[in-house]
């Protein structure tokens, strides 16, 4: 009797300790805590509550994040990132609130990192880098075009692993580069440039929905691809499209050739990624060259 009474007693104290565990720490976050600007991170959300989705707040921006059940657990993972240009360095804070409109908003503080990049000076006729009034319209209509795809929150997250290499090459312009045109500062290289012949087949780095097709003054022929969650990856200076708005994309499918449509001086393919609407190093999230398919 005295056994069975103390087995309860131990039973009440554990059950009460994992209570009060759970209480100061209903949320497990984990996030870096000091990001170089530019990179784009991964956050983790984890909890033992029932709960099916947490908001995140991140430089101005909210998006849902959904938690799947994972044995006793529920998690959830988004990507999150600076732009370089538009960011400046300093401690930044990702809020994390659950859905259910109980609890407390969770705080995590990030440190964002000033980097430098190197400076590229180009040289373009003088007639392509001012634009006329025709051109300035049509600058302005795809950029209200271009801005639309990537405000998309839209979707779950249907990727685990690094991306796919759209093309196989080598990198001939970084992200971040300082960019000197015709002696005047431009804003910064955001997307990297891959050395590709033209007719070479472009692909999509995830699956996902083709959010925008077109061609565009700087871009040239374009396509994004939303892959849910704020996460957009794009491919510009395309000499052909063969994906169209809406169309369900599988990882890896081709969506184009690369050329050098737009205003390049040259063929390659520039690719870039959109997150939660910033443009980030899309580097860090691509597979090691190692991985990289002989296309
Ligand atoms: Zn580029």
Redesign the pocket.
């Known amino acids: 009797m005295r056994v069975n009474l103390l087995l309860a007693l131990a039973c009440l104290l554990f059950l009460a300790g994992n209570v009060l565990a759970r209480d100061t720490a209903p949320l497990q976050v984990n996030a870096p805590s000091s990001v170089a600007v530019g990179d784009p991170f991964t956050v983790s959300v984890r909890t033992d509550l029932s709960l099916k989705a947490v908001e995140i707040a991140w430089l101005g921006e909210r998006v849902r994040l959904s938690l799947h059940r994972s044995n006793a657990t529920r998690e959830g993972k988004i990507i999150l990132g600076t732009e370089v240009g538009e960011d400046k360095p300093g401690t930044r804070w990702i809020g994390i609130r659950p859905l259910d409109g109980k609890g407390l908003v969770h705080k995590r503080r990030v440190r964002v990192r000033g980097k430098d990049f190197p400076s590229q000076h180009l040289s373009l006729p003088e007639g392509s880098v001012t634009l006329s009034q025709s051109q300035l319209k049509r600058y302005r209509k795809d950029k209200r075009a271009i801005g639309a795809a990537l405000s998309s929150r839209a979707g779950e997250r249907s990727w685990s692993n690094s991306f796919l290499w759209p093309v196989n090459g080598e990198i001939t ?1 970084t992200y971040g580069l300082d960019r000197i045109l015709n002696g005047q500062p431009r804003s910064p ?5 891959v050395a590709v012949p033209s007719g070479t087949p472009v692909r999509a780095m995830e699956s996902g929905k083709v959010a925008l097709t077109g061609e565009f003054l700087f871009e040239g022929k374009a396509v994004f691809i939303d892959h849910g969650m704020g996460v957009i990856s794009m491919y ?2 395309l000499s052909s499209i063969s994906a169209e708005q809406g169309d369900r994309l599988k990882r890896g499918e081709v969506i184009g050739r690369s050329g050098v449509s737009g205003r ?1 001086s040259g063929p ?1 393919l ?3 990624l959109s997150v939660l609407d910033r443009l980030v190093n899309p580097l860090p999230l691509l597979g090691d060259e190692s991985a990289r398919q002989s296309y």
């Open positions: 312009s290289h955001r997307g990297i440039d510009f200076h390049t390659h520039h690719f870039g």
